[in-house]
């Protein structure tokens, strides 16, 4: 069982930025490949970022394309997603996710492990 704790969240006024951190407790934490997804009260969860294991290689979701980068220490067994002109629509719950799987995904439901998440508030 994989254990992923997320931190780093917080309130930041817009055009700031924030850098979030999940660890995971699993020593083959390389093996997977790791996403960040969102939520935002009344919406529906959406995928931000997603980061492979070999390579590795990177994809995000079009509203973050050049502002956010997601990144990841495999010694530390740790995710990074650092966010950068950050707008209020950016406003959710951030969690990170794990899938015992080499290949990227989108998906939510090809994520086998999830965090509890972190706030992220942007004020305009």
């Known amino acids: 069982q994989v254990q992923l704790v997320e931190s780093g969240g917080g309130l930041v006024q817009a055009g700031g930025s924030l850098r979030l951190s999940c660890v995971a407790s699993e020593r083959t934490f390389s093996i997977y490949t790791m996403g960040w997804f969102r939520q935002a009260p009344g919406k529906e969860r959406e995928f931000v970022a997603a980061?492979?294991?070999?390579?590795?290689?990177?994809d995000y979701t079009d509203s973050v394309k050049g502002r956010f980068t997601i990144s990841r220490d495999n010694a530390k067994n740790t995710v990074y997603l650092q966010m950068n002109s950050l707008k209020p629509e950016d406003t959710a719950v951030y969690c990170c996710?794990?899938?015992?799987?080499?290949?990227?995904?989108?998906?939510?439901?090809?994520?086998?492990?999830w965090g509890q998440g972190t706030q992220v508030t942007v004020s305009s």
């Open positions: 996710a794990a899938a015992r799987r080499a290949r990227m995904t989108k998906n939510p439901y090809d994520y086998d492990y």
């Open positions: 980061i492979t294991w070999s390579s590795p290689s990177t």
